[in-house]
């Protein structure tokens, strides 16, 4: 492992709660593949700290940071600059700190994008549902739609999904008691809610009458195979964990602070997910 010295980059994750997170753990691993004197930290902020926090952080010398439930709408507010990822998204989950100034992007999309691919599911192959309206849901939303699939949200409160759809027309929104109704006519299910993370009560939807060639992704990662992703299991669908969404999303983010571009592989997966086991 590097011996951090007094010239270490230093980047983290920032969340309320951020224990689940295995962030540090992945980029950790990175860290010590390519030898890089640098340290990734959890970094618990609590929502009503969160502009301040971060300033406090670039000024404390920081490279930047990962940004994950529940501040990354917040994090779009408190950038000076954000790219076209995040402004499509309106959610930012990648800070960059540099020259005193606080850069936003967008990793989520193109992370869940590549981890759909290297699961042999073609994200374009039909309508998709996702449920919940954070952050993450519109990161996704945004690429699905750029990719010219029609997306339907439900989210349990309603009024969240309509000032997505404000934010990205062409988006379809049902009310929550809608969403086991609406499986048959989709080809994709996104849970992008926190519902069946560790400690969390599980998804409530009934995939009885979902199509036989449906997959379906779940973004949490704690545990690996989430209540929703078992019962797609049961059900013979095709299911996407949520961990190489978070592997793939964090490659941009490495690159950016520590000036590496890594590499997902078979490695990295058994190593992150091995502290997944049991959770």
Not at 70 to 76: E, Q
Not at 188 to 216: E, Q, Y
Request: charged residues 20%; hydrophobic residues 45%; negative net charge.
């Amino acid at each position: 492992m590097p011996i951090l010295s007094g010239s270490a980059r230093l980047a983290g994750i920032i969340g309320w709660p951020v224990s689940h997170s295995r962030s540090p753990r992945l980029h950790g691993f990175w860290l010590e593949r390519h030898q890089i004197d640098g340290a990734y930290v959890p970094l618990a902020i609590q929502p009503e700290n969160f502009p301040d926090a971060i300033r406090g952080l670039m000024y404390a010398g920081f490279a930047g940071g990962n940004v994950t439930i529940p501040h990354k709408l917040a994090a779009f507010e408190v950038c000076d600059t954000v790219d076209a990822s995040a402004k499509r998204a309106g959610a930012v989950n990648l800070l960059v700190f540099k020259d005193g100034k606080i850069s936003g992007s967008n990793t989520d999309g193109w992370g869940f994008l590549a981890h759909l691919r290297a699961s042999g599911v073609d994200p374009a192959a039909g309508p998709a549902l996702l449920l919940g309206a954070g952050g993450g849901a519109r990161a996704i939303v945004a690429v699905l739609q750029d990719l010219g699939v029609t997306v339907t949200v439900a989210n349990r409160t309603r009024a969240r999904a309509e000032a997505l759809a404000q934010d990205l027309p062409g988006l379809k929104v049902i009310d929550w008691e809608q969403r086991s109704d609406a499986v048959p006519d989709h080809a994709l299910l996104v849970n992008c809610t926190s519902l069946g993370m560790h400690g969390k009560n599980p998804v409530d939807i009934d995939l009885s009458r979902a199509s036989p060639g449906m997959a379906v992704n779940d973004i949490v990662y704690v545990p690996l195979e989430t209540p929703l992703l078992a019962q797609a299991r049961a059900q013979g669908l095709r299911i996407v964990d949520g961990l190489g969404m978070l592997l793939h999303q964090a490659v941009p983010s490495f690159e950016a602070w520590f000036g590496v571009r890594p590499t997902v592989d078979e490695e990295l997966r058994r190593f992150v997910a091995s502290d997944l086991l049991g959770a």
